[in-house]
């Protein structure tokens, strides 16, 4: 005969399977986050799969190259 598992178990293995609160998603190959609004000098070049703003710090912003004619 096999027995369920008691409530505390199944509450705990949820628990586990959630994401920390504070933790963020990551985006730009690991090196911007998803955020609602960017702070500071971070610019937004892609969107994450949430639909939030994948915002990159200057530090790892591209550089962009301009055309001289």
């Not at 293995?13 to 960017?38: D, I």
Request: proline share 9%; aromatic share 6%.
């Amino acid at each position: 005969m096999c027995e369920s598992a008691p409530p505390f178990l199944l509450g705990l293995a949820g628990a586990v399977s959630v994401s920390p609160p504070g933790s963020t998603e990551t985006c730009w190959n690991l090196r911007g986050s998803c955020r609602e609004k960017c702070i500071s000098n971070e610019r937004v070049y892609v969107f994450c799969m949430s639909g939030k703003l994948c915002c990159v710090k200057p530090k790892d912003q591209p550089h962009t190259i301009t055309k001289k004619n």
